[in-house]
């Protein structure tokens, strides 16, 4: 019984998930869903954005070796994997975990219709935070979908939000980016104009015109087709590898699109699965290409996946997915432009 859904039915495991949130350490994902949950979580108890846990690029709070405090966790938009403490947990990915320790909390939107965020979990669970907070993770992830929610039938500028959302996406896809400034940015202002006016995103403004020039480059990469998928395979140190599998996707729609960023992470290829067609599972796909992965592979949703593989594991991906006979015989990924 230590399951919510997303009405927040029951209020004892409700106060139960507040007591944790309160003295938990905050750890919140980087992009826009994931900061303004943080942002949500800081203001409902009194915090500042110093008091988050960010993780740098490639760390995740899963496994023996990850850098978490001693005590209780509030961990966000992370997906929900086990945890050896007392935690709550908000999240809207698909669930991977059936039970939790008595512990622990978990509010998932896992399945629900219509689709919410982990931002807009946070918004329900601390209803006295501004909404224009969850509704910049709500834009975030789920575009103008996410505007439609009935979180959001009055009192959001929809431009101010959207943009906002652009802006506190960009940090995360800069390695080394300005994180905690974007956290700093929703935790201090009183409305989605005031962040947007606070001399500070500047820093962000920055930020997404680097990924911008990175992504108008990887964007023109040719597409390889397998059976299965389409593969663009690509290197950049900007983090584009799922917009451009969302764009390609579109492009090449019903029909699903990796993209595989082999600049990411060094010794990494990071890479993004999105389709169009509803009626597919790429993580079935994925699990059925390479059946004993472990670790960063496969998550997420049904049509919205990906995974970070050692070289030669997502080369094996590239035969079992069958287009590894098609790849560029030079791989175009070997030089990787420096970030300036
Ligand atoms: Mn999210």
New binding site residues.
Partial sequence: MSWLGPDLADPALVARARELLAAGTVIC?D?A??LSSGAIALRATGRGAADALLMERGVTPWGGDAPLPDGPLAVL?WGIQPLERAAVYVD?HALEVDTLRDDQVGITGAGADPEV??SVLMGRLAPEVPHWLAAVGAVG?LGDRGLALPDFADGIVKAHVRKLATLVNSPRRMPGGPLRTALAILVDAESAKAALADPRIAELEEAKAWWRSEFEQVIRTAPVFGAQVAVLEFATRAHVHALVAMQWSRTLRPRPVLAANHGFLDDRVNFSMRCADPALDLRAILKAALPDEQGEFAHGHPQATGGSLDPERFDELMTALGVDARRPVVPAWRHVRPRD
Wanted: cysteine-free; glycine content about 12%; overall charge negative.
């Fill in positions: 994902h992009d869903d994931g938009d809207h965020t982990t992830d």
